[in-house]
């Protein structure tokens, strides 16, 4: 209260009745929000000593941070800033190596294929230690196949379709296969008996052989699904046996490796980038995996959690007609309709 307390409003610049002080030592945040990420965010601000950056990478199609349709990333944007990352877009062509500053390196869902030394630029730096989430959906050629045999991850050529009809609950087809199978991982520790759906999904395979990578899968659909090597539009959906691949089926996976005892480098791989667009974000886990995947990159796992629902006012908004209708129905004709029956049952028990 800058009334009661004019000396304290003055020493951390406030004005307003209301406002919220988060402060340590010299440093302090000022906010009107009593929304639980609010008052978290700006303690968050004050006990960091710096900000990290997730690096986006550009130039092949990837999806954009600045787009607000249903396919973009715009939400993604706005929830890393509300978590305190810097965010950066990084074209590796011209860079020519993946900046030092980048704390974790988003791949998220390139149409056009990565070239050659764009690859080895990704390799290079998980080989430093460095933190990357690739994101590859189906039906498209990253050509990433060099990074991911290093880490014991194979990409398949196909599209995961559910026939469980889990998806026709909300509103989607087969081509969204929905997970509830997670892996045991730092990222999934709280998702149980909850959903993430994953839009035209791609399988993946953990396989061995590359050496000092700990491989696991993170996301497995049910039995009820299997990959396609392609659909086409009007396509009739059906299995066939010994051409199709049987569920269950991976499609995220998580693996790390240890170097030198010194630092370890991460990644994580889903067969899917839509799940993270503004369309289905807000879709039970959808919003979590994408946001744990990147604080357990950006070694921030006191970040990880399973975030609050944002609360959403809706009103209704009638006309001078509808107001009319609404209160005759409501104010003259239900009291007239409940004492007509209790009329009618008196008259017929008399």
Known sequence: DPNQRPEMARQYKVRRMGDIVVAVGDRSEIINDTAEQAVTNAILKVTRDSLKTVCF???????????????????????????????????????QQVPSECAALVVAGP????????????????????????????????QLDDVLRSWNIQAG??????????????????????????GSHTITKDFGHTMSVFPLARALKVTSGAGGANTAALLTTSENSYAKEKITPGQQIKFEPGKDQKGPLTIGATSSKNLDGKKEARLVVIGDSDFASNGVFKFQR???LFLNSVNWLAEEEDLISIRPKTV???????????????FLLSVAFMPLAVIGSGIYIWWKRR
């Open 111 to 142: 149409k056009q294929p990565v070239t050659p030394p764009e690859t080895a630029m990704i390799g290079k730096y998980l080989d430093g230690g460095g933190k990357a989430l690739l994101l590859l959906d189906s039906e498209t050629g990253p």
């Open 57 to 95: 990478v550009e130039g092949h199609g990837e999806k954009s941070l600045s787009d607000a349709q249903s396919s973009g990333y715009s939400t993604v944007e706005q929830r890393l800033k509300d978590e305190n990352y810097l965010l950066k877009t990084v074209l590796l062509a011209r860079e």
């Open 312 to 326: 959403s006012s809706r009103s209704v908004t009638m006309s001078a007609s509808q107001q009319r209708t609404f």
């Open 157 to 182: 050529d196909n599209v995961v379709l559910d026939v469980s009809g889990v998806g026709q609950m909300f509103g989607a087809g087969p081509e969204y296969p929905v997970v509830s199978d997670y």
């Open 286 to 288: 959808n919003a979590d």
